[in-house]
């Protein structure tokens, strides 16, 4: 029987199981199917934070929530239209993500006895009355994929193994997606073990076929490709983008790539990424601790390469002081935070944005440093070149801020050409004559910025080091005026780099008004979603996302008083906005969300609509 | 150890920086620098290809007074900047300059594994076994018992040995030498430059300040001749008075035997071969308190040394084989990956 087709505007889904279920796999494959069918994307995986948590555990539940959409969509969504639950402690988790007479596709083959203790069920849920504002869609998955692996004489293990490309072939059949970008996705993947792409494939087709003939749907649905600015375009995460930016970086310098790390989660990726890219002459180096990380950087920096080393908070605290010295060394030198919860070890597999404060201060003495952070996923391409640029060009370390949700979240991203990229300019000092006047390793230029001298060139041999430089000649001093006037061309030179970077602009509404909404990193999806929102409600209220922190654009004070009332919505206990008001004398007021989650587009609609409230009474 | 060779004949002087050398009156650091300075001219390195690298202490001033490029980095960090300096540029002469509580207490993790990935580079640990620059306190090295301003008591830390420590780390070159024996000092020196890999040299410092003669048993004249072992390549193990005792492996065990009487002759003895990793484990265990009845003599002079591959080097043919394999990298395929669509 033919069925029915209904279009969608935007669609949200969730899949859910143990994280050893594939979830994350079948999440991404689903994305990327639907990217190159020309939808827009946004991504969120929710890891669990152990490996393998005890089977059917709680704490074992991975997610992958995505929102695809034939218009733009700038979050993973607030709620979902459909959850796939593998089993029954996936759904206890994510059922409060589920919009009212939402779609429930269930394993009940994971709602055994076994399942419903593990998951805190006395009876299954299932089964309740509850669920009948929900459509449920219940499928032995477990069953099936054995049924479709029946001839193929392979163990039960492995055979549970496909279930989940059994869920994605029924949703690719409901969504009315092409099977084909996961086949050739599959045959690459498992090209020398054919066995398991013949099986993976099966299941894959078993599930779609399972769509078409079941009767369980009388409509499929339809989301047509986005109306996307022209271009070619991929889907891309934080982390790749950044470890893109990079390459492009060395390229457009033309300084080989060193990257110092130490593994942690979540920026680790970059380094597994970046490590691929031997053929680009990037040289990744795993070091013994994050000390090394990032002395390994200095090391390599001193002699003339692009040196960056990233980390996430608990690894930059142990980096602060060799960042000090890159800063009294005046080299260049990128470090990239992909924050995540804190304190101390704090929850890393959740988002955060808690480490600007430690960005901006978080070393002893006066040791300025710029700051750059990111706005979404394919930013981080960006932001990260930005980063490269900063650095090299006016010999400083750089920050760069990227988190978790931007790092391993996903979109759309119309890539650059190499051509269209800006060339970052080096400024490496020549070989001195018998006759030239004495090298001044600390000579600086009209930006304040000195020269790079690498060893191995003629004539300028001389000694950097972490204790306060003489003006010019770079030596040793303790001279309490030279101290005073090193630490003011210090602030000054990271404060001239305004000069270089954009003025701020407004993202959404005017440029003057009641309430402006004042963001940094990864909100900026959901609060211009939630602004675009209000905006065609009839709400007065504005957006700004700073991408450049330290230091801020030449015109941000002027156009933060242009509104009654700014605020600032971060994943953090109120840092940018103590920033605001140190900088500019304004009121600011934090909207503070500090649960290792982002954001809900309704939040900040909640925010804005009590801040228009506030300048109405005042 | 590396590059082009030199075109003029440089001299010690070459190598002498216009800052004032700030080391107390006395201090055997200055011997270590003169060695240095007088040994470089003869290693045909230009001194534009050659870095210092220090952490911090007294010793790691030492990069100021050479002139040559160098870095006075951070407490325990030398060898780490040094590293990544030889991933950046394989092609320089890198000097690591370091102490007994730079490199191994607070630098301890980053010398044991900068030694196991064996960068060619020069580590030179000045032990004087004293916290100098913060003004007496015991070190890692100082001995059990050790009164320092923070140990008023004794020192309750039994001491690190640093040559077993490094060997244990896999190092391919370990050699001990002293600040007062300028002539070995600069042998080994030069060994130690020779050397292929990450090599380590222990050189005895005496701080004249807060840890004088530490090390005087082994420097003065009365006692060195019977409390210090000089390890020459291919030759006996002998010491003492007119070389009167030597030493034999006797199961496996090393010990002193009398030269004087007809019971040992030279031909018994045990001869140095610097390529045994088995007897250079035994002979940095030569480490007894000088003060204890019937104890072995310090060796001094290369303890071992072996060809290992080189992490830079290695690194280099790892670049070298991916373009091979895939090509030189092509930016705008990176950039667009696999997988894309066009929005007309």
Known sequence: ?618 | MSTDTLDIQLTAKDFVTDQEVRWCPGCGDYSILKQVQSILPDTGVKKEDIVFISGIGCSSRFPYYMNTYGMHSIHGRATAVASGLKIARPELSVWVITGDGDSLSIGGNHLIHTIRRNFNMNILLFNNEIYGLTKGQYSPTSPEGKVTKSTPMGSLDHPFNPLALCLGADSTFIARAMDRDVKHLRDVLTRANDHVGTSLLEIYQNCNVFNDGAFEIYTDKGSKIEEALFLEEGQPLVFGAENNKGIILNDGYPKVVDLTNDSYSLEDLWVHDSSDRYKAQLLTTFFDNPSLEGHLPRPFGVFYAADRFRYEEALKDQLDLAVEKKGSGDLDALLSGKNTWTVA
């Open chain 1, 1 to 618: 029987m033919a069925k029915v087709v209904e279009e969608k505007r935007e669609v949200t889904i969730v899949f859910a199981g143990d994280s050893g279920d594939g979830i994350q796999l079948t999440g991404t494959q689903f994305t990327n199917t639907s990217a190159l069918f020309g939808n827009d994307v946004s991504t969120f995986p929710n890891y669990p934070a152990e490996i393998r948590a005890p089977q059917g555990t709680l704490a074992g539940v991975s997610g992958f929530q995505l929102q695809f959409g034939s218009v733009e969509v700038f979050t993973p969504g607030d709620i979902c239209d459909v959850l796939v639950a593998m089993n029954a402690a996936a759904f206890k988790v994510n059922l409060s993500r589920l919009k009212k007479h939402g779609t429930i596709i269930v394993n009940t083959d994971g709602f055994n006895a076994k399942n419903l203790k593990l998951a805190g069920y006395d009876s299954s849920p299932l089964e309740d009355k509850s669920l009948e504002d929900y459509r449920t869609i219940q499928i032995d998955i477990t069953k099936m994929t054995q049924a479709a692996l029946v001839d193929m004489g392979m163990g039960k293990k492995e055979v549970d193994r496909s279930r989940n490309m059994f869920v994605l072939g029924f949703l690719y059949y409901m969504y009315s997606r092409d099977i084909a970008p996961t086949e050739q996705y599959i045959k690459e993947k498992f090209a020398k073990a054919p066995t398991l792409i013949e099986a993976n494939i099966k299941v894959l087709r078993a599930g779609y076929n399972f769509g078409d003939t079941s009767e369980t749907f009388t409509s499929r649905y339809n989301v047509k490709a986005a109306q996307l600015p022209k271009g070619t375009y991929r889907n891309i995460m934080g982390n790749q983008a950044a470890a893109l930016g990079l390459v492009a970086a060395s390229k457009k310098s033309g300084l080989n790539l060193f990257y110092g790390s130490y593994p942690i989660t979540p920026a680790s990726d970059i380094l597994h990424e970046l490590s691929k890219y031997k053929n680009f002459g990037v040289k990744t180096f795993q070091a013994e601790d994050e000390i090394a990380a990032v002395c390994s950087a200095i090391g390599s920096s001193f002699g003339g390469e692009l040196a960056v080393t990233a980390s996430s908070g608990p690894g930059i605290a142990l980096k602060g002081e060799a960042i000090g010295l890159a800063i009294m060394l005046e080299i260049p030198l990128v470090v990239i935070n992909v924050q995540r919860g804190g304190p101390s070890t704090g929850m890393p597999t959740k988002t955060e944005q808690a480490d600007l404060m430690q960005a901006m201060y978080g070393r002893n003495g006066e040791a300025p440093m710029p700051i750059i952070s990111a706005n979404s996923p394919s930013d981080c391409f960006d932001a990260v070149f930005e980063a490269c640029r900063i650095a090299v060009e006016h010999m400083t370390p750089v920050f760069f801020l990227s988190d978790g949700y931007m790092a391993n979240g996903s979109e759309p991203w119309k890539f650059p050409s190499t051509d269209s990229l800006p060339t970052i300019k080096v400024k490496q000092a020549k070989e001195r004559k018998e006759d030239d006047p004495t090298f001044l390793p600390y000579k600086r230029d009209e930006r304040l910025v000195r020269d790079w001298a690498l060893p191995g060139t003629k004539g300028l041999e001389h000694r950097i080091g972490g204790i306060e430089k003489e003006w010019d000649t770079g030596n040793i001093s303790y001279d309490p005026e030279n101290h005073q006037r090193m630490v003011k061309v210090r602030a000054a030179k990271v404060a001239k780099i305004a000069d270089s970077i954009p003025l701020q602009e407004i993202d959404n509404g005017s440029d003057n008004g009641d309430v402006l909404v004042l963001g940094w990193g990864s909100t900026y999806g959901v609060i211009k979603t939630a602004v675009k929102e209000c905006i065609e409600n009839g709400i007065s209220v504005s957006h700004a996302q700073v991408r450049y922190i330290e230091p801020f654009p030449k015109n941000l004070g002027d156009l933060l008083k242009r509104f009654k009332t700014v605020i600032i919505p971060e994943m953090n206990n109120g840092q940018l906005v103590k920033i605001i008001r140190d900088k500019f004398l304004i009121d600011a007021k934090g909207i503070n969300k500090i649960k290792g989650i982002p954001f809900s587009t309704g939040e900040i609609v909640t925010a804005i609509e009590e801040a228009v409230e506030l300048v109405k009474e005042a």
